[in-house]
């Protein structure tokens, strides 16, 4: 079977890296407003790696699904989606009477328009696998090796912080003393974080690992509990509004993976995107 890549705005630090051959797309916005996809390259019969960029989804959304269904109906025999950040996964329940449950809607979304997903470490809380709510064969590439191996390279005597619980899922399998903290959130923007083993991580190196860095309130809060400013490692940085340099000012360093492109990447996922693409072909 012959296989592509196909970016459609993925990170081009990634696509750089993933060694197949790659096709590209042209997109033409008319005056009012609609788009058109043209596919460069022939893609008929092959299978296509799509990689894309769903950092601000609502956006893109709609131009992806033009461009999955352009893929198709130019004879491309499957269509697998690398999303590295995958959005829509924290309003995964009804936390308020009347609302959505958008986790479920956009994984509905994708698995009409998808033969398959690869996602880098996606918000999986009261969703415990992909598979409850995308229909479609999924793939998780985990950014632990990576965060494991800077941390041993970059900070001596560390502790693991988790701000909250279903952080525990990320940090625990770094290889390192962790601790896990609790966290009440009140609005978008307004966290409460509680440190319940104060003792267990004193004269340690405080190392913050989340998964998403949104608002950034989290993991500002948690730095306003802490004696000494710590390194903040985030798999997807969202960095909304000034996020950044706002956190930036309560730490002594914000580092990244390049699931999202920003200037604080600084651990590299490509190897394992690139494994668990060579993982799909297998099958
Ligand atoms: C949710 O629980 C996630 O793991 C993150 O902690 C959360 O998305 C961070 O959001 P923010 O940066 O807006 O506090």
Not at 115 to 121: A, E
Not at 228 to 240: N, Q
Request: a negative charge.
């Amino acid at each position: 079977m012959s296989y592509v890549i196909a970016n459609f705005f993925g990170n081009p630090a990634l696509i750089g890296s993933l060694s197949l051959p790659a096709i590209s797309f042209q997109l033409h916005t008319f005056p009012d407003g609609e788009s058109l996809i043209r596919v460069e390259g022939s893609v008929k019969n092959k299978s296509i790696f799509l990689l894309t960029n769903l950092w601000h989804p609502n956006a893109k959304i709609l131009d992806l699904v033009f461009a999955a269904e352009t893929l198709r109906e130019q004879g491309a025999r499957s269509i697998i989606l690398i999303a590295p950040y995958l959005p829509y996964m924290r309003q995964d329940t009804q936390f308020n009477a009347g609302e959505g449950i958008t986790a479920r809607y956009f994984a509905k979304l994708i698995s009409n328009h998808f033969d398959g997903l690869i996602t880098v470490d996606p918000h999986l809380h009261r969703v415990h696998q992909l598979s409850e709510i995308y229909s479609i064969p999924t793939k998780v590439v985990h950014a632990a090796p990576s965060i494991s191996q800077w941390v041993k390279d970059h900070i001596s005597n560390p502790i693991i912080i988790g701000p909250d619980s279903e952080s525990e899922q990320w940090i625990k399998t770094l290889g390192q003393p962790y601790t896990v903290l609790h966290k009440n959130r009140k609005g978008d923007t307004n966290v409460e974080i509680i440190i319940p083993e104060k003792d267990k991580w004193e004269n340690k190196t405080p190392v913050l690992v989340d998964d998403i860095i949104s608002s950034g309130h989290t993991l500002i809060e948690t730095c306003k509990l802490l004696k000494d400013p710590p390194v903040i490692i985030g798999i997807h940085g969202i960095f909304a509004n000034n996020a950044y340099p706002v956190l930036l000012s309560f730490a002594k360093a914000v580092y990244t993976t390049n699931t999202i492109q920003h200037e604080s990447n600084q651990l590299d996922i490509a190897p394992s995107i690139m494994q668990a693409i060579e993982d799909w072909m297998k099958k």
